[in-house]
């Protein structure tokens, strides 16, 4: 295996994953830094884009409620200062909010971002967008294109029964660079909509949120460890990036029992799971 490939950083997953079988085009790779949670910094070919920021420090904000633990969220800091966060959020050309729960787009979020930042997100979070200040939406009904970037949004199922209806509509996003994709599923259980995105888009790569966030009463609301699983069988030839533990109060799933998971069904050279400002280099 090519030593440069997928993880840059010098940590325990380095080499975890096998290259694509389809050849990336001769073009710089597309480059994911890790922060918290779903928010990660994106760059694909000169464009930078903030995935789903929650950017409060330790303890800001109010536990999940009806979870079985109470502690504050978040429940680690970002591994980057201050000063370097607004360094980077200076540079971005775009945000993906995939929903606007506040563990995906939180009250610092809004404080820190510019106002006219263009956001890219799901047509039914339009208004609270609007309302909360910014003035440079771009819902996404299907696809669009953003500085040479194909986007296509994906649907999915935010948990089942009455819980899934009160949790709201939820969207996935597949950014496509010169015909090679990256598929950030959002906050789903395994699903219709999740298998039918695998389907149609046949992304690179998959990043998915797990968890298994959970409330005192019903089933998990983001991916179990056997969700993850179904993912990397569904499409043998993607691989798939495991986020959105150890950081909010209702996610029972940890990176620990995951690991454990994916160790036990063979599966460890078919998903990462990064550390908090890990930087995965996706070639």
């Not at 694909?44 to 633990?69: F, H, Q, R, W």
């Not at 906050?187 to 959970?214: M, S």
Request: hydrophobic share 40%; glycine share 6%; proline share 5%.
């Amino acid at each position: 295996m090519n030593r440069r490939t997928f993880l840059q950083s010098a940590s325990a997953l380095s080499g975890i994953l096998t290259i694509p079988s389809r050849a990336w085009a001769k073009k710089s790779p597309m480059k994911i830094h890790f922060l918290r949670h779903a928010t990660f910094l994106l760059e694909a070919d000169g464009v930078t884009l903030l995935i789903d920021p929650m950017l409060s420090p330790k303890d800001a904000m109010d536990p999940v409620a009806n979870a079985a633990t109470t502690n504050r969220i978040p429940m680690v800091d970002l591994p980057i200062n201050e000063a370097s966060l607004k360094d980077k959020l200076a540079k971005i050309d775009a945000v993906i909010v995939t929903h606007t729960h506040r563990d995906h787009w939180d009250a610092r979020a809004k404080e820190l971002l510019a106002k006219d930042i263009s956001l890219i997100c799901q047509p039914s979070d339009k208004d609270a967008l609007t309302t909360a200040g910014f003035t440079n939406l771009l819902p996404v009904e299907d696809t669009i294109e953003f500085k040479g970037l194909k986007i296509h949004r994906t649907g999915g199922q935010h948990g089942t029964g009455e819980i899934g209806q009160k949790m709201g509509k939820v969207s996935g996003f597949v950014i496509e660079q010169n015909g090679h994709r990256l598929y950030v599923a959002g906050d789903t259980i395994w699903c219709d909509e999740v298998a039918d995105a695998l389907k149609k888009h046949a992304p690179d790569f998959i990043v998915v949120n797990a968890g298994a966030a959970q409330f005192l009463q019903g089933g998990p609301i983001t991916m179990s460890g056997d969700d993850v699983a179904t993912v990397c069988g569904a499409l043998p030839s993607a691989k798939v990036i495991a986020v959105h533990m150890d950081t909010v109060n209702h996610c029972l799933l940890k990176r620990t029992d995951l690991r454990r998971i994916l160790e036990e069904k063979n599966l460890t050279k078919r998903c990462a799971i990064p550390k908090d400002g890990e930087v995965l280099s996706l070639i």
